[in-house]
């Protein structure tokens, strides 16, 4: 039996960690997890280059709670480690075995999917657990099990041990202060939260199932209930499929996986999948989102190598898009040892904007591929597409291809389409375009019907940020500008038809105008009679369209859910 000190600069490292280096204590499960996938994933890579002469088999991760004895057993069939490997893995903190073989197996393990590299997962163990004992045979069939203790101060023992099955077998004696983590059902839920997408099979006792009866079943036959082991995870999740090998229904089954209890199926996914400059694969789903800017709580989840770490996902994905679900999975996320934090990089920025170009081509090659479907689901997507114009130039620029303005009557018109139709009847005397809409059909009914009847074409513009992405379309386009149907700018249109016959007499139209003038603030609104001659209603009360704006402008307060949009006060 051998003792000696653990090997770390700071006099007593474990203190520190405990306190500081996780905040979330139940990560340690996730971090043992993953040590034990990385052991299996090791030994899968040496099998597969004949580096060793043992078979792979069907490894399982096995996690027992041990109430009475106020234990936990993390369980692996993997690559094990002889005692002169935990010298030098474990005992050096900071020391990264999984690294380490990265660095040695360079060429043929870099898409092995090995987890570590920090060198510090193992001590999280310490956060939950008093004393936490190793013991591992490794694969090497010569060379004897060990069996290390250690009890959260620098000392250790390791001694010889009688195991036989190759792996490792981690023994948590959980601490006063942690005993939730002995309950089945904490930890079942730390298992479906960090690990449901994990590659290797990762059992948590075992359940009852019940045979389908075969078909020639006696009528009297009862089904058969056998138990089987309680598999907790989905090793081969959509995502880390090829796009080519998944139907529709493949993503649709993979979305109700992610999301047990969202009911609504996703309108469209998009698969993500690159290797080169960054490695990031990932499905991202349109789910139907009408005019609802309120964060979902089901959100895009981030993982690293099947590995969940949060669906904290800003920064890497452009805030317009943080509307979507899904899930993304990039080991090149550069995320601080308790993985909770991304830093600015530069990676992270490309990241975003490749996702930013894959969601447009996607937007571009439905509408390219089915027109009419794209037109149904518009009113779902809609407000995803203006933020995204609003916020990110690029996206802006390819959504010209896509974006649709919606008449009041159901015609969508692309912006060239729109614009084509409008240009020689909406016109000002400068030439300008006018682009009339509406944003409310039954509120503004009649004055819809006073425009119609003027031959003039009116769009249904009624998603909540639409006075910004208003402002940005007259700025950004030669021409053209906005007018909603009940502003005076209405009347800055050059009529063809100046002779409208009013159904009104001189005499009615006199009196009617004292009587509104008296009861309309004559500072805030215009009363016309004149402007709906050839239309039911007998007069209409405008209101300059810069009061409407700044109003609106005002309530929306550029704020709300996604913060400032600063483009429209310049
Ligand atoms: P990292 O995983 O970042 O390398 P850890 O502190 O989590 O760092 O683990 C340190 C090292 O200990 C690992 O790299 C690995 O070499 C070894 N190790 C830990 N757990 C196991 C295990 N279950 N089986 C084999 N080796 C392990
Ligand atoms: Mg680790």
Known sequence: MATGNINVSVENIFPLIKKFLYSDHE????????????????LKHLTSIGEVGVAYGNPVIEIKVDKEGK????????IGMSSDEIEKYINEVAFSGAEEFLEKYKDSAKDSGIIGHFGLGFYSAFMVAEKVEIISKSYNEDTPAAHWTCDGSPQFTLEAHDKTARGTEIILHIAEDSTEFLEDSRINE??????????????????????????DAAEDAKPETVTIDNI??????????????????????FYRELYPAQFEEPLFNIHLNVDYPFNLTGILYFPKLGNDMN???????????QV???DNVEGIVPEFLTMLKGVIDSPDIPLNVSRSYLQADGNVKKIASYITRKVADKLSSLFKSNREDFEAKWNDIKIVIEYGMLSEDKFFEKSEKFTLYPSVDGTYYTYAELHEKIKDVQTDKDGKTIILYASNKDQQHSYIEAAKEKGYEVLLLDSPIVPHLIQKLESSKENISFARVDTDHIDNIIKKDEEAISKLSD????????????????????VQLEAMDSSASPFMITQPEFMRRMKEMQQSGGG??????PEMYN
Not at 295 to 305: E, V
Not at 560 to 565: A, L, S, V, Y
């Open 232 to 253: 907790i995870n989905n090793p081969t999740p959509a995502w880390t499929k090829q796009p080519a090998d998944l139907e529709d229904e493949d993503y649709k089954k």
């Open 27 to 42: 990560i340690f499960l996730r971090e043992l997890i993953s040590n034990a996938t990385d052991a299996t994933l090791k």
């Open 308 to 310: 969940y770490v949060t």
């Open 295 to 305: 964060m979902q709580k089901d959100r895009i989840q981030l993982y690293q190598n």
């Open 190 to 215: 730390l298992l479906v939260k960090y690990n449901k997408f994990m590659p290797i099979p990762i059992k948590f006792g075992t359940k009852e199932e019940t045979l389908p009866l075969p078909e």
């Open 560 to 565: 709300g859910m996604f913060g400032n949009f």
């Open 507 to 526: 005499e009615e139209k006199e009196s009617l105008k004292t009587t509104l003038t008296e009861v309309v603030p004559a500072e805030k609104y215009t």
């Open 71 to 78: 234990k936990l057993h993390i369980i692996d069939q993997g």
